[in-house]
């Protein structure tokens, strides 16, 4: 496969020009305006090619999501509860249709977006709901939605900026918009390994509290919410795993608040129309 590579000259959020932000690693620079960390060279490639052939064939991944569940049923009540209702939700990046299965059991009206054909057949099987297997940034009109839910899909977006316009164009009058990503101050370590090589799919840019917000705001969302993210506690057979896993969980609920919605691994965000 021929790899295509964007380079970025500028903060895809706020388009502060790069040489005035920060380098941190050899892939990464921090936004002095809005703190999005991102790389400045990135994957381009048609999307399909790259969840199907480095990612959804792999039959434990296939696998690994569908157990994966424990955190959505929580993140389904938080939805529920921010928008009041239930009705018509669409989830960009569903995978094999964890998130959706919950939701149809709680009457939801569910449908999916998922660049993967093989598992936008298995969401489909799962869910009996339609799943649009394309690109959703070349999606044709299909309809407004209650809820648009993006989890995990953020950070491995070329331009993330008409990415969301496209999610709030989507998105009916008092909707809300529903992101998970993992909390960028938590991967400066990470980011600083000279040898860090992630899946090619994965961290085109990390998110911060402060930028996802900036961003939503920037579109047209009003607002905006951040909560720590709910955990998974699916997949591991260890009686005490499980029921440990969930304490940081609570005690990073608290630690997000009095730290001023910084401190937390991973994050929530909802915003509204």
Same mark, same amino acid.
């Given at each position: 496969m021929l790899e295509k590579y964007?380079? +970025?000259?500028?903060?895809p959020?706020? %388009?502060?020009?790069?040489?005035?932000?920060? +380098?941190q690693g050899t892939q990464f620079y921090i936004c002095p305006e809005c703190y999005l960390c991102f790389r400045k060279d990135v994957l381009s490639t048609n999307p399909v090619i790259l969840w199907e052939g480095d990612y959804y064939t792999n039959e434990q991944i296939?696998?690994?999501?569908?157990?994966?569940?424990?955190?959505?049923?929580?993140?389904?009540r938080i939805i529920y509860s921010s928008l009041g209702r239930r009705g018509k939700i669409l989830d960009v990046g569903c995978g094999v249709g964890t998130f959706l299965e919950i939701a149809k059991q709680r009457e939801w009206q569910v449908e999916g977006v998922e660049p993967s054909p093989t598992a936008a057949k298995v969401a489909q099987l799962r869910t009996g709901a339609q799943i649009y297997q394309e690109d959703f940034l070349t999606l044709d009109y299909i309809g407004h939605f209650d809820a648009i839910t993006i989890f995990d899909v953020l950070r491995t977006i070329p331009d993330p900026k008409q990415f969301i316009q496209k999610v709030f164009d989507m998105i009916k009058p008092s909707g809300v918009c529903v992101i998970r990503e993992t909390n960028a101050w938590y991967g400066r370590t990470r980011r600083e390994k000279?040898?860090?090589?992630?899946?090619?799919?994965?961290?085109?840019?990390?998110?911060?509290?402060?930028?996802?917000?900036?961003?939503?705001?920037?579109? %047209?969302?009003?607002?905006?919410?951040i909560y720590p993210s709910p955990v998974f506690i699916d997949g591991n057979e260890n009686r005490i795993y499980r029921l440990l896993?969930?304490?940081?969980?609570?005690?990073?609920?608290? @630690?997000?608040? @009095?730290?001023? +919605?910084?401190?937390?691994p991973n994050m929530i965000a909802i915003a509204r129309k």
């Open positions: 964007l380079v +970025r000259i500028r903060c959020i706020c %388009g502060t020009i790069i040489k005035l932000c920060s +380098r296939i696998k690994h999501h569908m157990l994966r569940n424990s955190a959505f049923r929580n993140i389904e000279s040898s860090m090589q992630k899946k090619i799919q994965e961290y085109m840019q990390e998110w911060t509290p402060i930028s996802i917000e900036k961003a939503l705001l920037k579109i %047209g969302f009003s607002n905006v919410q896993k969930p304490l940081p969980y609570i005690i990073f609920k608290w @630690v997000h608040l @009095v730290s001023a +919605r910084v401190i937390s």
